[in-house]
């Protein structure tokens, strides 16, 4: 699905000069967004800071980067490189300057009671509100109490439960969220300070696949500058947390209370068993089982079975049982 910042958040129109007066650059560029190192493109903004992601840093197609002077020999010759000492801190203020009401989730003042004429083959509940250009497909049914905010995209055959908040969000065909989850929202991200911390603006979405089922009391925050994804056919049990910019992938399995810590990438065909959690910034590979209160603290590759904390394969766990 495609999607534009600009769809959900103010944005001001800016200059190189004005954001970076103090950087001379080689050549005149224009720069349309700002975007992660893998999907930034030639007329966008980037940053790299850390050396985990050096195989998007060799390969990006951005123009400039924000980066440190030690990474920056990892960018190719021909991206413009912006020193910095902190990038996460210089991105943040960056990003304020840009969109300026990202960093807090505003209220939607466009918020009204859905047209029958506009939504003919849409069936809701009692007191949903709906917002401007919000897209509702055809035969999805809205339970009570729900708001769906502006420019949100709903597919068709979709059931959305009754006390749902649905913001920034693009969602697939016969998807269905259950009552009380709140999807879209803005992810839990600042740069501490002495004085006061500053917040960083979150301007990714949710992105929810078909066929995904999400189960009652669930929080989804959107992506920061990356999106969060959910893959198709993905079950998601009761009161499970998802932070920004995580991917789950197809057919995965998770059951209650299970956390994900924000950047994390989970594989296909995952199980994850209740309670368990997932540190922020993790790959998970495919067809990997994660047992019930687990806590994953590092990498884990294809087709493992771990459990315990720090999660280790199972083997090894069981065997530790054993000798105690």
Not at 158 to 167: A, D, F, L, T, Y
Not at 179 to 185: A, L, R
């Amino acid at each position: 699905m495609t999607f534009n910042s600009s769809n959900f958040y103010k944005k001001n129109k800016f200059s190189l000069k004005k954001l970076f007066p103090k950087q001379n650059f080689k050549k005149h560029l224009k720069i349309n967004d700002v975007k992660p190192l893998k999907l930034a493109k030639k007329n966008d903004l980037t940053f790299y800071d850390s050396r985990k992601y050096m195989e998007y840093a060799n390969s990006t197609k951005a123009n400039i980067c924000i980066t440190t002077l030690n990474l920056a020999q990892d960018l190719p010759s021909k991206v413009e490189k912006i020193i910095v000492k902190n990038v996460l801190f210089e991105l943040a203020k960056l990003l304020k300057k840009i969109y300026p009401t990202a960093d807090v989730d505003y209220p939607d003042y466009s918020l009204k009671k859905p047209s029958k004429k506009k939504f003919k083959s849409v069936k809701f509940g009692n007191n949903v509100l709906i917002g401007n250009k919000v897209n509702i497909g055809k035969n999805t049914l809205i339970g009570s109490n729900t708001i769906i905010e502006q420019n949100v995209k709903i597919g068709k055959n979709c059931v959305i439960g009754s006390n749902v908040v649905i913001k920034n969000s693009i969602i697939g065909d016969r998807v269905v969220i259950q009552d009380g989850c709140k999807i879209g929202q803005k992810g839990f991200g600042f740069i501490p300070l002495k004085d006061k911390n500053l917040k960083f603006p979150h301007i990714g979405i949710v992105n929810i696949d078909n066929d995904v089922e999400i189960a009652s009391g669930c929080t989804i925050d959107r992506g920061s500058i990356d999106d969060t994804l959910i893959g198709k056919n993905t079950y998601i049990d009761n009161q499970v947390h998802i932070a920004h910019n995580v991917k789950i992938g197809a057919n995965c399995m998770i059951a209650g209370q299970v956390g994900f810590a924000g950047s994390s990438t989970i594989g296909n065909n995952v199980s994850i068993g209740g309670q368990a959690g997932v540190s922020g910034h993790l790959k998970i590979g495919d067809k990997v089982r994660i047992g019930g209160g687990s806590g994953v603290v590092k990498d884990i590759k294809d087709n493992e079975v771990v459990m315990g904390y720090p999660a280790i394969p199972l083997r090894e766990f069981l065997n530790q049982q054993k000798k105690k």
